[in-house]
């Protein structure tokens, strides 16, 4: 996309550049490459500025002073809102007609209509595709995966080997994500993919979103349960347990071997540390550094602290009624 289009759309203007360059991509601002655009307006993530390699970046004036030689300045109100903006250029293609039709590896067997599957996709050996399943193009699912009916693989999406998708499940919808100007609000457009390993199991009626750039990462041998919702840029480590009606909201990092209870929510750009167990109903509203514990509560608090405030107001409570 050429740079000249993005400052139009953006309703950037006085930008002196020396040629219309072309840009490949939109990215985080420490990920970001020579030929990608990127964005800050959250003094947190400065240091990344600094060391950025974007081609150009959207920036607020205080501090468009720590932008690096060799990266362009795009100086602008609100740089989310200008990323949001531009997502949209870079948006898949969703209504793509040509391409090389469906690879069906040795074994594989497919129930559903064929025209529900994408092109540039594969299928690997042995897997079964049942009734009413959509799978997207660009899609890459290995070998003796089972997939239920009509479960729902957007564009880009991979499974590994061995995994079990459960009815009505959804891979690789866009994740909730816009940016408000006034009472407006504007689509951020998701287009990186979601990447499941293998050996993992997914109930039924779980929503994994998409990431905004990059990917959605789930580890090996993790179990989902059902009625779960990943959000965008979730990354889900190997052998994480959670069990029904658990949400994650963006960017939340769960460790080795974690396991939530259900109907548990953790708030987003969160880390909970390897093998920490999340008890039912909690609220995880910070990140969790230390190991190997149990969290309980919401706000969250460890377990025997929880046991122990419940102790007293309980006693507190036995007292009251003897007066």
Known sequence: MKLSLILELTGI???????DIDIKNINTIKDASKDEISFLDNQKYLQDLKDTKAKAVFITEDLKQFVPDGTYALQCKNPYLAMAKTTKLFAKNHTRDRGADAILEKGAKVWTDIKNIGYDTKIGQNSIISRGVVIGNDV???????????????DGCKIGDECIIHANTVIGSDGFGFAVDGKEYTKIYHNGIVNIKNNVEIGSNTSIDRAVFDETYIGENVRIDNLVHIAHNCYISEGCIITGQCGFAGSSKLGEYVIVG???????????APFSTISARSGVTKTITKSHKQWTGFPIMEHKVWLKIQAKIQKMFNKNLKK
């Open 13 to 19: 203007k006085n930008l002196d550049i020396d040629e």
């Open 140 to 154: 890459s699912i290995g070998k003796n995966c089972i997939i239920y009916p009509n479960v729902v693989i957007y």
């Open 262 to 272: 259900a109907q548990s929510g953790v708030a987003g750009h969160l880390q909970i």
